[in-house]
Each structure stands twice: as structure tokens, then as C-alpha cells.
């Protein structure tokens, strides 16, 4: 069975871009989240969609935002690029929205320069 | 509210057990414990539920405490394969996981 797997694996962007992150998730899960790492951190929240609608939302700027798909793959899309948006970027994919196994897939590293 | 995790680091020989703590200051619904290793994606471990139920890999012991809002990961007779960054991570309601700033774990041979 595939995993999670996210697109692209890698990606440079110049400050004040636009970026578009694309994940799938394992077959039959239907939540979808988002996590930034910043390299020697924990992951942190800033989305979770179930069922094609936001279930929750972390503390990130509104050039953030996401949406999930009727095939539930999610899209995170970054407006107005900062340095500070570099990390990776994490999608987790769960059957549920709570009390379940979220399984993550092998991220985008994103630098912006 | 970010849980916290004890000890930052650790650094075993191989057949050396280990414990990793987490705390929060909040009650859980769910605790989640994945491992890192440098350049890769977190992998599950174990996810420990509110009322007992638990779901992991066999050789992955761990415990929640859901009074005092602590979870224990118990790392036994350790191998290489053990080393990396172990996170856990908290759950208040639905999977929106708060993650700690790690334990950094080394295993020597």
C-alpha cells in the first residue's frame, strides 16, 4: 500500500513568491494535516481538513491556507513569501479526525531565499 | 500549550534501556510518539488514548498517565536502529497534535 506522499520533495523560492504544496494521503483516510518544521524544532500545527472541510486551524498568518479535494489529496498554498517560511513541510494523513494514528509523509523542504 | 520532554538527549550502548518523559499542562485525549532521524519524516510508534486503548509497535512499550497528564515511552534493550529525535506529541481534541522539542537519542555500539 503507498504511504503519504507529498510533492515536490524539494523546492526554492525567492522572497514575496507563491508556493503550492500538494499531498495525498494513504487510501481510505480522510483527514489530512499540515505541519511546518523548522529544523531542530518539533513539528507545529497549521491545518486539518476532514472531509473536505477545515477542522482546525493553528496560530499562522492568513498567507496560509489550504483545502482538501473531493479525492481528499490537500493542497497547502503560502502567499507572500518570507525567509522565515523555510522548513519542511509535513502532511500527516489519519482516518479520523481524533484519536486515531497519523501517519506522515516525507515532507517538502522549502527554502526561501 | 507545548508538552514538555525529559531528557533532551540521551546516548545508550546497544541492550540499554531507556525512558522518555512528556508532560503537559493540559488534559490530553491522546498522546502520539513518533521517531525522526536526521533528513526524514517522523515515523509513528504509538498512539496511547484517554480510557486506556492503545495502538503500536510491538516492541514500543509505552504508558499515559491521564490525571497528571503524562506519557512515558520505554525504549528496551536498544539498537542502532533506535537512534534518532523521539517526539511526542498531544492531543487536546481531533488529531491537531502539539509536539514537544524532542529527545535526541544516540545508541553507541
Known amino acids: 500500500d503507498a504511504g503519504v506522499t507529498q510533492s515536490p520533495t524539494h523546492l526554492i523560492k525567492t522572497r514575496g513568491q507563491q508556493v503550492t504544496l500538494r499531498c495525498s494521503p494513504i487510501?481510505?483516510?480522510?483527514?489530512v494535516s499540515w505541519y511546518q518544521q523548522v529544523l531542530g524544532q518539533g513539528p507545529q500545527f497549521i491545518f486539518q481538513?476532514?472531509?473536505?472541510?477545515?477542522?482546525g486551524r493553528g496560530n499562522f498568518p492568513d498567507r496560509f491556507s489550504a483545502r482538501q479535494f473531493p479525492n481528499y489529496s490537500s493542497e497547502l498554498n503560502v502567499n507572500a513569501l518570507l525567509l522565515g517560511d523555510s522548513a519542511l513541510y509535513l502532511c500527516a494523513s489519519s482516518l479520523g479526525t481524533g484519536g486515531t494514528e497519523a501517519f506522515f509523509g516525507q515532507g517538502t523542504r522549502l527554502t526561501v531565499v | 500549550q507545548q508538552p514538555v520532554q525529559s531528557p533532551q538527549a540521551v546516548i545508550l550502548r546497544e541492550g540499554e534501556d531507556a525512558v522518555i518523559n512528556c508532560s503537559s499542562s493540559k488534559a490530553l485525549y491522546s498522546v502520539h510518539w513518533y521517531r525522526q532521524k536526521h533528513g526524514e519524516a517522523p515515523v509513528f510508534l504509538m498512539i496511547?488514548?484517554?480510557?486506556?486503548e492503545q495502538k503500536g509497535h510491538e516492541k514500543i512499550s509505552a504508558s499515559f498517565n491521564e490525571k497528571k497528564q503524562q506519557s512515558s515511552l520505554y525504549l528496551t534493550a536498544s539498537q542502532l536502529s533506535y537512534s534518532g529525535t523521539y517526539f511526542c506529541?498531544?492531543?487536546?481534541?481531533?488529531?491537531?497534535?502539539?509536539f514537544g522539542a524532542g529527545t535526541i537519542l544516540r545508541v553507541k555500539s
Open positions: 496511547l488514548l484517554k480510557g486506556g
Open positions: 506529541g498531544t492531543g487536546e481534541y481531533g488529531n491537531k497534535l502539539v
Open positions: 481538513y476532514y472531509e473536505k472541510e477545515e477542522r
Open positions: 487510501s481510505g483516510h480522510k483527514s
